[in-house]
């Protein structure tokens, strides 16, 4: 919460950084509460809001593609930005995967871990817009 109040008025961080870090700080305390009472997967919660934030940025603030310099390489070469969105949505999905894997939760831990992170960066995304 304290890296949140010192970046919201602060010009020289974007606006797409600063709901993202606002939707964290969101779902940390969603997911300090809904723990007191149940148990849900973080790893999820972060996968989700993850998902859901980067989403938000690509298709609001993004060219379509993300120059990457390699300057030990003298070279520069360009990514599709929908290729990271769905590279994103691979390691969600591993993370999610690799809980049920490891018999850390059960499915609807996992569920409930996403949905969290997906809302927590959904209602940032109404507070900051």
Request: contains cysteine; aromatic residues 12%.
């Amino acid at each position: 919460m304290w890296l949140y109040v010192n970046i919201r008025n602060n010009d020289n961080i974007p606006a797409a950084l600063s709901f993202f870090v606002l939707g964290c700080t969101i779902s940390v305390f969603s997911a300090l509460t809904i723990n007191s009472f149940t148990k849900i997967s973080l790893h999820t919660i972060a996968a989700g809001g993850l998902v859901t934030g980067m989403t938000y940025i690509l298709y609001n603030f993004s060219y379509g593609h993300l120059d990457v310099a390699i300057p030990s390489l003298q070279t520069q070469f360009r990514m599709s930005d929908r290729l990271i969105l769905m590279m994103i949505l691979l390691v969600a999905g591993a993370v999610g995967a690799s809980r049920l894997y490891l018999k850390a939760h059960k499915e609807n831990e996992i569920y409930g871990g996403y949905l969290v992170g997906i809302i927590s960066q959904m209602i940032a995304i109404r507070i900051f817009f």
